[in-house]
C-alpha cells in the first residue's frame, strides 16, 4: 500500500513547523521556528519523493551565521491515527531526523464591520505572532457589513502600515478583498472575538443572531470614534494578551517582550508590499 501524499500536512521537526507540499514526485515546505529556541528566522526544504522514500535539502537563514544548508533523507510512513511520520534515514556521519505530522489548528476569527482594517489587522498580526510561538492556533477575518467597503481598496493603508512597521510582510493572498461573515465561518471557528462591543453586538444579533452566544467582544471603536494610531495600538495589546493565554503563560509576565509595543522582529517571511488605494476607515 503506498503511503499518503504530504500535499497540505504539517511536521514538527527539532522545533521547527513545516507546512509540506507534494506535486508529481516532488516536494516542498516554508519552515518557521520559535526564535527563543533557534537562531534561525526562516527556512526552505525541497526534495523528490519516489514511493515511500524522501530525498530532501534544507536551506535556513540565520541570524548570526547567514545561510546554512543540509540534506537528509526518510521514509514516509502513515501512523495508526491516519498522521504520517518521515523516519529519517542517517548516515555514519549524520543524525537521523525525524518529521511528526502535527495535528489541525484550532482557529480564530476576528469580526470587525468591514473586514477592511481593524480585523484584518488582528488576523495577520495574530497568525505572525502565532508562528513565532509556534501554537496551533490560526486566525481569518470578516465582515458584518463586509459588502458597504465601496471603492476603498482591498486592505486599509493604515493596516498596512501598521503591519509594515511590525515587519510582516504582505502577499498578494493576505491584500484579499474584504469578506462577509456567514453561519459557516461562525461554525468552523474555534473562537471568534469581535472588536467593538458597542458597534458589533447590535450587527450581530441583526445578522447573525443564532450565533450571539460564541461572540466574545473586544473595545476597539473605528476611526469616527478613535483615532487609528489608539486602535492600532490596543489592538497589539489584545493580541499580545490573547497569545499569551493561549500559549499558557502568564500575561504580565510573559515571554513576549516586545510584542505589544511592536518591537519584536518579523519571524514570517516578508514581501514588498503591493501598491493598494483607498482611504482608511
Known sequence: MNAPSLEGRRFRIQGLVADMHEHDGLVWADLWADRSVHAFLHGHLTGTRDGDRLRYGVTIAERARGVRTWEAAGRVVEQPDGRVRITGIGSDDEAADDLDELGPF????????????????????????????????????????????????????????????RGIGLTPALLRAPALATPTDLEAATRVIALDEAEHRPLVAQWLGAFADRFEFWSVPDTADLDPATAIARIDAAVHDLIAELAGLDVAGSELVGLADGALEPGAAQVSELPVGGNST
Open 106 to 165: 484550532a482557529t480564530v476569527l476576528f469580526v470587525c464591520t468591514g473586514n477592511f482594517y481593524r480585523s484584518r489587522f488582528a488576523e495577520v498580526l495574530f497568525n505572525a505572532r502565532a508562528v513565532e510561538r509556534m501554537l496551533d492556533w490560526r486566525a481569518t477575518s470578516r465582515g458584518l457589513r463586509a459588502w458597504d467597503t465601496g471603492a476603498r481598496g482591498r486592505m486599509s493603508p493604515v493596516t498596512i502600515e501598521a503591519l509594515t512597521a
